[in-house]
């Protein structure tokens, strides 16, 4: 599987953006599909994941209630829908793959994508 993330950038602090993560592959649906994000110096941090059984979703407490993840089977793609935006969310976001039903453990995830920078200025 390979993942290409896209959709970061520049944005005031309350602030929304969407990232998205397109799949290539023909098994995307089997996969439970993470977001991370990382800041210089810093572990790679869990934000969501949503489980590729029922579609359940997982947030981390600094993101719930702001963000929404979601996913897209027909188009091998998952959402990260970011709202109210922080500066403490600047990072570089990454999604994930993993083919166990859900975790939020980045050393979990078999596969990544590359990375797209969000910046919120305050």
């Known amino acids: 599987v390979q993942l290409q993330a896209s959709g970061g950038g520049l944005v005031q602090a309350g602030g929304s953006l969407r990232l998205s993560c397109a799949a290539s592959?023909?098994?995307?649906?089997?996969?439970?599909m993470g977001w991370f994000r990382q800041v210089p110096g810093k572990e790679r941090e869990f934000v969501s994941a949503v489980r590729w059984t029922d579609g359940g979703t997982h947030y981390a407490d600094s993101v719930k209630g702001r963000f929404a993840i979601s996913r897209d089977n027909a188009k091998n793609t998952v959402y990260l829908r970011m709202n109210s935006l922080k500066p403490d969310d600047t990072a570089v976001y990454y999604c994930a793959a993993t083919t166990r039903v859900q975790s939020t453990t980045a050393g979990y995830y078999d596969y990544w994508g590359q990375g797209t920078l969000v910046t919120v200025s305050s």
């Open positions: 592959g023909r098994t995307f649906s089997r996969y439970s």
